[in-house]
């Protein structure tokens, strides 16, 4: 069993930066995908950045450039960091990983963490 622990929510202002980590408990995969997900009040979960086993990385346009996924896997934990962030991303954001193989996406994802607010002021 796999258990996933997000932290480094919390508030800023437009422009800055903000890291979200996600410790990975009982992990023990060789081909993965790690993904972040956010939902924003009123709208659908949409998927922000993922990365495999790899070193493959996806970004949809809405974050490309500003948003950077990467990992450590001594440490079993993989980071996302958000720069140049804007009031829109403000959301819950929540990782996520498949354990079975290295397809990401959603309906592939085998654990959730339970999420973490994030909040950008104007």
């Known amino acids: 069993q796999v258990q996933l622990v997000e932290s480094g929510g919390g508030s800023v202002q437009s422009g800055g930066s903000l890291r979200l980590s996600c410790k990975m408990y009982g992990f023990t995969a060789s081909n993965y995908c790690l993904a972040w997900f956010r939902q924003a009040p009123g709208k659908g979960r949409e998927e922000i950045a993922d990365c495999d086993n790899n070193d493959i990385t996806w970004y949809p346009s809405a974050v490309k450039g500003r948003f950077t996924v990467s990992r450590d896997m001594a440490k079993s934990t993989f980071y996302l960091q958000m720069d140049s962030v804007k009031p829109e991303d403000t959301a819950m954001y929540y990782c996520?990983?498949?354990?079975?193989?290295?397809?990401?996406?959603?309906?592939?994802?085998?654990?959730w963490g339970e999420g973490v607010q994030v909040t950008i002021s104007p």
């Open positions: 996520a990983a498949n354990v079975e193989t290295y397809f990401c996406g959603a309906s592939n994802m085998d654990y």
